[in-house]
Nanobody
């Protein structure tokens, strides 16, 4: 059984940083394409950042380029999203996903999702 468990999130002020973490079990973590997505009420869930099966190629949505960094620690079976220079428009529920569909221009979640973590960025 695949389980994806997230940690992190919270309330910060604009310009501050936050790190999200995600562990996945029940699947081979090494060589797994994974990603971070976010959703706000009334909107579709969007891909924020993904990392490919080669564990090095990455995708970022335009609005977070230069501010967010995705990384993967295979020894700890943990995926991270380091978020810096946060803006109020980054406020959303963030989800980690395993076994995502990934290419350099797009990323889509499939079957395995974390429980979500709220990130709220104040003015």
């Amino acid at each position: 059984q695949v389980q994806v468990v997230q940690s992190g999130g919270g309330l910060v002020q604009a310009g501050e940083s936050l790190r999200l973490s995600c562990t996945a079990s029940g699947l081979r973590f090494y060589g797994q394409a994974m990603g971070w997505f976010r959703q706000t009420p009334g909107k579709f869930r969007e891909a924020v950042s993904c990392i490919g099966r080669d564990d090095s190629s990455t995708y970022y949505t335009d609005s977070v380029k230069g501010r967010f960094t995705i990384s993967k620690d295979n020894a700890k079976s943990t995926l991270y999203l380091q978020m810096t220079s946060l803006k109020p428009e980054d406020t959303a529920m963030y989800y980690c996903a395993a076994d995502v569909y990934y290419n350099e221009n797009d990323c889509k979640g499939r079957d395995y999702w974390g429980q979500g973590a709220q990130v709220t960025v104040g003015p």
